[in-house]
């Protein structure tokens, strides 16, 4: 009895492994025959997660869960209070030290250089009453009607004279070429680096407010008005409905059916008189097993490789995981597999079906 038991069990493992391959055989032929592809996937998005760059506490918040976006649509805004004050700031520094720069620019006044003048006529006129004098004592000191101290005195204020007349002409030399040009040099760096801080600040202004990066649904909104935000902690979880794709699995027999850029159809059972306009973008260089949640026990070991397929749908009616099914025409010429843009204006109207 065990024989005859262990027999029936070999002879139904043959009679299912016959039949799959059968099918297997069948499906891959009705598929060269017809010259389409069928394939079964879900509709996959990708998310967002957007979160501020500064940490501040959160102001506003402007959308709610489940709500559509559009690409640049603000979503949330920061408190501001502190930037403020120092934007400010750097705006009465960039005030003061244009001042500098303009004054080094325009060089000494003229009420200055004539000032200067004076003063070195005025040491002029001294020097020589000094000069004078000094031959005077001379004169007399030699006929001993001076005193030696006298003549040491006149000496000393002769070189006085002449040591201020000095100064007040390289003092009306200095005001005559006016500020050097590493001081104007310096004052103008100092001047690019407060606009350089202020454009920071202006910067980090706008990184209070929080947009979208693209058009998208709010999946979740995770943080509050009043709560601390920061590169760290996302405020929102955001659906991107653009790229959208179907992740398909083509058997390894089919995958000489398939190429980038092949037009395809995308039907769902959700919307039975409607055709979603398509192309193959993408199709994994690698095989895989059949995932587990795909296909039964059976078909677990078939090698299938990952396909993606766009989807142009501008009424964002297909929604994420959504099962699917995929027809792909391999009659028809590809679109261009390098641009996706100029696939879906090859594409930009889904057909409908006849109900």
């Known amino acids: 009895m065990k024989r005859i038991a262990k027999a029936v069990v070999i002879a139904v493992v043959i009679a299912a492994a016959g039949v799959s391959g059968t099918w297997w055989f069948l499906k891959v032929e009705e598929n060269r025959s017809q010259n389409t592809l069928t394939l079964y996937g879900n509709i996959d998005i990708r998310n967002a997660q957007l979160a501020f760059i500064e940490v501040e506490r959160i102001a506003k918040v402007m959308v709610e869960e489940g709500d559509r976006v559009k690409q640049g649509q603000v979503l949330a805004t920061l408190d501001s209070d502190r930037l403020q004050a120092q934007i400010r700031q750097v705006d ?3 005030a003061a030290q244009q001042q500098v720069v303009d004054k080094l620019v325009a060089g000494t006044r003229p009420q200055e250089i004539e000032q200067a003048r004076a003063e070195v006529a005025a040491a002029r006129a001294q020097a020589k009453n000094a000069a004078q004098d000094l031959v005077r004592i001379k004169k007399t000191a030699s006929t001993g009607a001076t005193a030696r101290q006298a003549l040491d005195d006149a000496i000393a204020r002769f070189d006085v004279e002449q040591a201020k007349l000095l100064v007040k002409e390289k003092a009306l ?4 070429e006016g500020p050097r040009k590493e001081d104007i040099a310096a004052a103008r760096a100092r001047l690019d680096a407060l606009n350089a801080s202020l454009a920071l600040l202006e910067v980090r202004v706008g990184d209070l407010t929080l947009k979208a ?7 979740s909104r ?3 008005p009043g709560e601390m935000a920061g590169p760290a902690s996302p405020v929102f979880l955001l659906a991107l409905t653009d790229p959208k794709w179907v992740r398909a699995y083509v058997p390894e027999p089919d995958l000489g059916l ?3 850029g092949m037009r395809a159809v995308i039907q769902s059972d959700s919307f039975p008189n409607r055709d979603f306009a398509g192309w193959v973008g993408f199709i994994s260089p690698e095989a895989e097993f ?3 949640s795909v296909e039964t026990p059976e078909l677990r070991t078939k090698l299938v490789y990952e396909a993606r397929i766009f989807v142009h749908d501008p009424n964002n009616l297909l929604r994420l995981g959504m099962p699917v099914t995929v027809k792909i025409d391999q009659s028809a010429v590809p679109v261009d597999p390098t641009g996706r843009n100029d696939a879906k204006k090859a594409l930009s109207e889904p057909t409908q079906n006849t109900p």
Not at 173 to 176: C, E, M, S, V
Not at 213 to 219: D, K, L, R
């Open 213 to 219: 990066p693209s058009a998208g649904i709010v999946e």
């Open 173 to 176: 030399n200095l005001a005559l």
């Open 290 to 292: 059949t995932p587990k």
């Open 92 to 94: 009465a520094e960039i």
């Open 258 to 260: 398939i190429q980038l």
């Open 222 to 224: 995770l943080l509050e």
